[in-house]
Structures are given as C-alpha cells and as structure tokens.
C-alpha cells in the first residue's frame, strides 16, 4: 500500500481530499497539522486503519523530517492562505509557504512524488480580452502569491512532480472557508439581501472543491503521464465571470440588491481569464458548475446558520 503524506490535511481542501483518499483503501494517509482553525475536520476518518493523523508543526524541521523519508507521494497543503493572513503573518508565511517546501524538496529522493495546488493568482492582472495560460508571465501581485509561485518553481525542479494552479476554490469543506469569494457572496447575499460590490468588472476563474479533489485522485493514477507537463491550470471552463456576473447567478436563487461602490479599490487586483485546455487535452475536465454550487451553499448556510460557519482567520 502506498503513503501518501499530506501537510495541512485539516484545511479546507486537506479535509476533502484526505476523505476521498481513505475511502478509497488503496492508500496509507498521513495528515500532519496543527488543526489551526477547525479541530474537527477529520473526526469521521479517525476510524479508518489507513489513515494516520499527527499533530506536528512542519516549520519543525527534525519532526516533519522522518515523514517525508517515508512518503511514496507527498501532497504539501499546509500554509497561510491567501493575502489577507499573508500580510498579516509575513514571516511565518514566508517560512511556511516557501522555505519548508525548500526543505521538502532537498530531502526528496528521485522516485519520490509531489502533487501540488499552487494559486493561478500568479497571472496577476491578465491582458484584456486574453486568456491566460501555463506560459503566459506570472506577475503576482501579494506577497501570498510570490511565496507559491517560488514554492511552485522548487517543486517543479523535482523530476516526479505535478502542480496545479488553481483558480478561486467554491463549495462546501468538513473546514468551511467562507473568504473564498463565491462562498463569501452566497453568505453576504443571504445576511444582507444585497451585494455591494467594488471593482465589479475583475475577472476570475473559479472551480468547486470536488473538482479539486478529483483533479488531485486524477494525478495520482496518471502520475506518469501528467508529470511531463509539470504545470497545469485547474479551473471550471465553462466559469470565466466577472464578479458582477458573479452576482448577477446568485442572484437566481437569492433575491439581492445588487450595488456597485465605485470609490473601494479591490486590495486584490486579480482580473483575468484562464485557459485550461492543457489540462483537459490531458483527458480531466472540471464539471460542477457554479450553479449547483451556489444552489448547494445556500441550503447549507441555511441549515447551519450564518454564524456557526465562520472562517477561523
Ligand atoms: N482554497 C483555495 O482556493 C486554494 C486555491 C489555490 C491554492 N490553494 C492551496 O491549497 C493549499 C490548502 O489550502 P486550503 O484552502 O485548504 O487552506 P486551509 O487554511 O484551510 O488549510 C491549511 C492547513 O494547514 C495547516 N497548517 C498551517 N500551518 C501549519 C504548520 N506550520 N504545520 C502544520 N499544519 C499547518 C492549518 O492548520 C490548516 O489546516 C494551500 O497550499 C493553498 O495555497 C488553495
């Protein structure tokens, strides 16, 4: 049976993907996490003989070592996430982000495997009318997505490995993120009955968790024939939008005020398209649309309440 390590496997994609991973039974999982926001994220696998949870800093050097000894794949999910904490956290981001996948990558042997989601928020703020794809510059524009992109490239030098740049992640975690934007505006929409929206024009891709999660199972079987391409884009095709189109299809479900503040500046100046032909020319094709994904979230807040499902930041 193959160990999977995964760092950061409590988090918002680490839940989902790890329970996918041991319901399946052909893996050994290794969480390593200090559960900073939800302690309970992986209570339902606890059952499991395959799976295996610690609770060790990886910033410890000599703990996380002996892991990544025995790891036949490693999957690094264990950051600071996103450029709000970043800036709030910048050493520490800087050491999680992107010095201990330094660390990672010097003690990997050859035949290791490394499968990791990286932001596509490196393309920055894209040409008009253009999309973006695996060549097109990288030009991060927080100090989140400087640390992922260097993560990105130390990872890439490692002959076994495969990234993904993702666009913005949507849909429901064991641990729930409600700053993600399409999971933000559903909760907003549903509080207030209005969205007030800044920089409406900003353009992004977006993609459901699940499709993350079936991306990653997808890499593992075909390691061999993804790992050539190195990097990919993973986003929904079907969802390039800019945030007022955004809020224009939640507003199909919930009624909302829609305004526009024309003086907020966006501190995230992200605004772009992106291509994710490489991917599917692979043969994987992202589907959950954002419909159902807003159709989801909003029974889900609805059943949990607001205020019960928060962020933790
Ligand atoms: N969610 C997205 O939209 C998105 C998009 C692109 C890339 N990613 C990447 O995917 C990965 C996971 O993101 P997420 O949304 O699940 O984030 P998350 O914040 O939900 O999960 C991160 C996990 O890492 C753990 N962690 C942090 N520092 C640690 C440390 N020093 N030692 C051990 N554990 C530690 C936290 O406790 C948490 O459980 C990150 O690398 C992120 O950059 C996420």
Redesign the pocket.
């Known amino acids: 049976m193959k160990n999977i390590l995964i760092?950061?496997g409590?988090?918002?994609?680490?839940s989902m993907l790890c329970t996918e991973l041991v319901k399946n039974k052909k893996f050994n999982v290794i969480v390593?996490?200090?559960?900073?926001?939800d302690k309970n994220s992986l209570n339902h696998l606890m059952g499991y003989d395959n799976f295996f949870f610690h609770n060790?800093?990886?910033?410890n050097k000599k703990k996380l070592l002996p892991f990544i000894k025995k790891a036949d794949l490693i999957i690094?999910?264990?950051?600071?996430?996103g450029a709000p904490l970043c800036e709030k956290n910048k050493k520490l981001a800087i050491q999680?982000n992107e010095k201990i996948i330094n660390f990672t990558v010097k003690n990997l042997k050859k035949k290791q495997r490394i499968i990791y989601?990286?932001?596509n928020s490196g393309y920055g703020i894209g040409a008009k009318d253009k999309y973006c794809d695996e060549n097109s510059p990288l030009n991060p524009v927080s100090l989140y997505g400087v640390t992922?992109n260097k993560a990105e490239k130390l990872i890439s030098a490692h002959p076994n490995s495969i990234c993904f740049r993702?666009a913005?992640?949507f849909g429901y975690s064991f641990?729930m993120?409600t700053d993600?934007l399409v999971n933000n505006l559903v909760k907003e929409s549903l509080e207030k009955k209005k969205l007030t929206l800044f920089e409406p024009h900003f353009r992004r891709n977006f993609v459901h968790i699940s499709d993350v999660v079936r991306a990653i199972m997808f890499a593992i079987k075909n390691f061999n024939s993804l790992k050539n391409g190195k990097v990919y884009n993973l986003g929904l095709s079907t969802a390039n939008y800019t945030k007022l189109q955004l809020a224009k299809k939640i507003n199909k479900y919930i009624p909302i005020k829609i305004l526009v503040d024309t003086k907020r500046k966006d501190p995230d100046k992200r605004d772009y398209f992106v291509s994710n032909d490489k991917i599917e020319k692979k043969g994987f094709k992202c589907y959950k649309s954002l419909d159902e994904g807003i159709i989801e979230l909003k029974k889900i807040y609805k059943i949990n309440g607001y205020e019960k499902i928060k962020n933790n930041y």
């Open positions: 760092t950061g409590a988090g918002f994609i680490g390593l996490d200090i559960l900073n926001y060790i800093n990886i910033l690094p999910l264990a950051a600071l996430v999680t989601p990286t932001t992922k993702l913005t992640v641990r993120r993600l």
